[in-house]
């Protein structure tokens, strides 16, 4: 099972981990990630624009490779798009298997893939103005490591 969305509502965790655990009897692990914006340091919004002939295929191609990767019973990653408010999910992904060890490797894959090599431009509003966000020194460390 994979599938890979891009919303512009909200994502309710709850709902994809547990139609997740109900696609097969051989799932002995599910690990889930949610990200959030911030509400701290006075961030008021945060926005993340997409080019959509690219996003949604390389998130499948990404999930494809997770799945392979880990041997995962399957995997589910959805990212929102547009405007989002502090305390918002981002971002989740959940991924299973017959092994925990399997699953949550898989949903850091697709983390450090999705934060340091997707399709997105973020930005985040702060005072009323805008500022872009590019990703950290630390994230293309976190990116370096899944390498062969």
């Known amino acids: 099972m994979l599938d890979v969305r891009l919303l512009m509502e909200g994502i309710d965790p709850e709902s994809m981990t547990t139609a997740l655990a109900e696609s097969s009897d051989d799932i002995g692990g599910i690990a889930t990630f949610v990200g959030r914006v911030r509400g701290s340091e006075d961030v008021e919004a945060l926005e993340l624009l997409h080019y959509?002939?690219?996003t949604l295929p390389g998130m499948k191609e990404l999930g494809h490779s997770a799945i392979e990767r880990f041997d995962l019973a399957g995997l589910v990653m959805l990212h929102r798009i547009g405007l989002i408010g502090p305390g918002?999910?981002?971002v989740c992904v959940s991924a299973a298997a017959r092994h925990r060890r399997s699953a949550i490797l898989?949903?850091?894959?697709?983390?450090?893939?999705?934060?340091?090599?997707?399709?997105?431009?973020?930005?985040?509003?702060?005072?009323?103005?805008?500022?872009?966000?590019?990703?950290r020194p630390q994230d293309h460390r976190d990116l370096a490591?899944?390498?062969?």
């Open 52 to 54: 959509e002939p690219l």
């Open 145 to 148: 490591r899944w390498h062969d």
């Open 106 to 135: 898989a949903t850091d894959y697709c983390m450090d893939h999705l934060k340091s090599a997707a399709w997105f431009w973020k930005r985040e509003q702060r005072a009323g103005k805008w500022r872009w966000i590019e990703p």
């Open 88 to 90: 918002e999910p981002i």
